[in-house]
């Protein structure tokens, strides 16, 4: 089953074209990596899927149905869900608070009830917060339940945000860079708890990495991009010896 | 037709105030993107220095002996109320805005800082000087041309002439002096500035010198035209002219003067058709759509956010 | 445990009984009344416009706007519902009715201002902090204009007329009605804005002023939150307008203007951004203030704005921060069912 389908993703910035028909699918389950030098487009094409901008040109279909031109919070609403290059945990709130509010779009209450404090009102937001809890349990963060995520550290910070992201339980995870700015003992721990969320959660991951170690060791199928254009497409082996990406990269990690 | 004319010519002379306020306005927001909500207050202080220097000037304070004519009075006044009104603008920052950029203070807080000086100014002017209000007085004699039923006196052709003197200057200096060039490097980005060697400060003070004293040059100008003045003066106009500079694109001076010239329009034009209660009615209506239109102003840059 | 949780709503009925007694049997005079009436209608304007500009992180700057709808659309409709007048003539419902009608009347203006919110904030959806300062503005003299012109309702000479109301409402029981009216409005404000911010859905405004791309990535629909929360903060604005109409019995274009909105802003900030605490406090500490200040009438308005300027460089988050007092007394937390 294809969950991602992109067709000839164009897109131009008043006169800049930060991407050139762009083309990739998706299939359930897959765990596919997208990499290329600073500026290539990478996050670019994930605002495109997220819904941050219309796509100059080309189609975006997410389970079959087209979704560009949707806005982001309906994207995500349908099964997508995303993490940022710079985390965006809201700090000032717990981490608790933090993966209830990603279920904002399905409370199934309405202000009459909020207002009342019905007992349909009670009854949703204790399943949200036992729907939270119960996450947090999977992911072993039950202790930070209260904790502001300011006051965690960068590693733990990026587990609670890509566990805020999982709360919805989407079916396409994108994650921009999760491994930027961590040490690299939080590295190979965030290698794991991707392969582990990979298992447990059976869903197809689309990962933006510039960390050579994490691409390599996680996907099975990367797409390389430079300056909006596809270059290369394979498997790990195939890409390691590309010549072209070899020409592109000329300066991270060790393949 | 020719009450056509004239309400072009009229429009041109409100339209020159509004500019010459939305000029400072823009200055400011230009370089350190904060909306000094104060500057319309300090076109009303410029307004009030103008009257005591000029007043002084005349012999009107017989305990000091000096009376100038008024032509030489007002040569005189213009450039001595332009200097102090600076003064004043500078000390706003030294005191108020200074000490919270220092401490990296949100943007916010400044900006509620600024909206409270304006009403220091404004309630401290009511509470020094009393609610009566005070009258300009008479420097130059009006001359009137008339061409037809066209009619237009020696002052509005000078405001007219001014802002758009006031204008080319402006924009000779930002775009093509040294300190131009570091002004505009501020607004892009505050942490490198320094690191080049510009005197960030310095760079901020003349900014405020010059914005200031370009409402201290409205104020007198606004003053020769509407002799009455009175404590609250500054504040539906300053309000007024803040939503011309950013209807025009805020940060841009091309787009604050375009502004003050297309509210000063909108409004001459609405009073000759409507009656005049309607008028802010109209104006702010019709800014509002061109802003939802074009949420940027006319000639505003769109700023992005990176995500 | 019960015991616990009915403490806050005993207090409040004691409250309300103390004062009302009070006023009753004339212990405090008209003055005092006149000057617990403003806490509390200005704990309501504080804590609303708190939802916006605290609780949401934006910049509105043209609270009275709404507050003036309100005034407006509840005098003329109790009025001329209750009250012989020259412009409406007889009341066209038995001013025996009046208590039942007023706040419902209430409801209206709070209702009608709420569609004046959605109006404004529809056009801010593409803009963002210092432009939504301009377009509330722009409204607040747009609404100012709009009424100045409507010359049925007296234009800029004013409305009155309301005191008649009141007293229809005397004549069915001789006691502080207005005292009654905005207490019951103010506690079921507050109620209205802590239930909206505890529940998940409220949290949403708190995400977008944290983190909006965040809030709109994790399923939050961020356009229909800020058109809620601007709702519901002129809407009952609204109310507060009403009330203000009713207490002082003449309403008038010029008393919604900036300046009305600036003391708005004034209480917001004092208090602290996003503390419902804080703007209670604040409402509280500003309106006895200025009463205190009532002698040195002119000054009143460089002090205020002072006060504010030293804030800021001080104690820019206000006297709350952003913290109710349950968090500061957390013992405070078994007294009722919140956070």
Known sequence: MTVLKIDGLTQYFSGLCALSDFNIKLKAGELVGLIGPNGAGKTTVFNLVSGFYQPTKGDIFFLDQPIDGLKPHQVTSRGVARTFQNIRLWNEMTVLENIMLAQHASLGYGIRDLFFRTGRYQRREQKIRNLAMELLEIFKLTELAEEKPKNLSYGLQRKVEIARALSSRPQLLLLDEPAAGLPS?????????????????????????HQMKVVMSLCSRITVIDFGVVIAEGTPEEIQHHPGVIKAYLGDDQL | MESLIQNILNALQWGSF?????????????VLLLINFAHGDIVMVGAYIAFFVSSLLLGHYHSIPIALSGGMALVLTIPLTMILTSIVGVSLERIAYRPLRRKGAH??????????CGLVLENGNLALLGASRKKFPEMVDKVIYTFGTVSVTNLKIAVILTAFLVFFLLQFIVTKTKIGMAMRAISYDKFAVPLMGIPIDSVIVFTFILGSSMAGLAGVLFALSY?????????????????????????DIRGAFAGGFILGFLEIMVVAFFPS?????????????????????????????KI | MIKQKLTV????????????????????????????????????????????NGHMGEFSCGHAGFIAVGAYVSSVLSVALFAQDRIFGAPLLPPQYAFIGFPLVLLAGGIAAAFAGLLVALPSFKTRGDYLAIITIAANYIIITLIINIDKIGGARGFMGMKRVIFAMEDVAEIPWMILWVFIFTVLSIIAIRRFVSSTYGKGIIAIQQDEVAAEIMSVNTNKMKLIAFMLSSGLAGIAGGLYAHVIGYVNPKSFDILKSTEALVMVYLGGMGSITGSILSAILFTLLLELLRPLQIIKWVAIPLLLIILMQFRPEGIMGNRELADIFPRLKKFYRFK
Do not use: C
């Open chain 1, 185 to 209: 003992q939080d590295v190979v721990e965030l290698i794991e708890l991707i392969h582990w969320i990979h298992r447990e959660f059976k869903i197809a991951i689309w990962m933006i990495e």
């Open chain 2, 277 to 305: 209660t309607y008028r802010d009615l109209f104006s702010f209506s019709i800014l509002l759509f061109i802003l939802t239109l074009r949420p940027t102003g006319l000639f505003g840059v769109p700023k992005t956010t």
């Open chain 2, 18 to 30: 509004y500019s010459l306020i939305a000029l400072g306005y823009t200055l400011v927001y230009g």
């Open chain 3, 9 to 52: 709503p005993i207090t409040l009925l004691a409250l309300l009984m103390t004062v009302m007694l009070l006023a009753q049997y004339e212990v405090i005079d008209l003055y005092i009344q006149t000057i617990i009436l403003f806490v509390g209608i200005n704990i309501i304007i504080s804590s609303s416009l708190n939802l916006v």
């Open chain 2, 227 to 251: 002799p009455i003045l009175d404590p609250y003066m500054g504040l539906t106009i300053g309000w007024k002219a803040f939503i011309a500079a950013v209807v025009g694109g805020i940060g």
């Open chain 2, 107 to 116: 943007r916010l807080y400044v900006v509620i800082t600024a909206l409270m």
